[in-house]
């Protein structure tokens, strides 16, 4: 069982950089890869990007690539999201969730102990 927690997000400008933490209690983090997914009002969750077990290998949606990037900290229990160069299209709340199919999946059925979920709101 993992227990995630997000945080970091907030309110800026276009442009912008944020970054995003998700903490996880629990020994079996380091046993999933981690993915982030967004949801916006009236919209589906979506995709953001995931890091492989040992934080080597990413994988992103083609919206943030080149903007997003996802790491790891096993130690700390703790993945990250860092976005820069904000847009008002991101705006959503950001959750992060544990992979259990093992594959970096993107599909969001693939993932399980979601956390609740941090606001992160771009303004033009």
């Known amino acids: 069982q993992v227990q995630l927690v997000e945080s970091g997000g907030g309110l800026v400008q276009a442009g912008d950089s944020l970054r995003l933490s998700c903490a996880a209690s629990?020994?079996?983090?380091?046993?999933?890869?981690m993915g982030w997914f967004r949801q916006a009002p009236g919209k589906e969750r979506e995709f953001v990007g995931v890091?492989?077990?040992?934080?080597?290998?990413?994988r992103y949606d083609d919206s943030v690539k080149g903007r997003f990037s996802i790491s790891r900290d096993n130690t700390k229990n703790t993945v990250y999201l860092q976005m820069n160069s904000l847009k008002p299209e991101d705006t959503a709340v950001y959750y992060c969730?544990?992979?259990?199919?093992?594959?970096?999946?993107?599909?969001?059925?693939?993932?399980?102990?979601w956390g609740q979920g941090t606001q992160v709101t771009v303004s033009s």
């Open positions: 890091v492989s077990r040992s934080g080597v290998g990413t």
């Open positions: 969730a544990a992979d259990r199919s093992l594959s970096m999946s993107n599909n969001y059925g693939n993932y399980a102990y």
């Open positions: 629990g020994r079996t983090f380091s046993s999933y890869p």
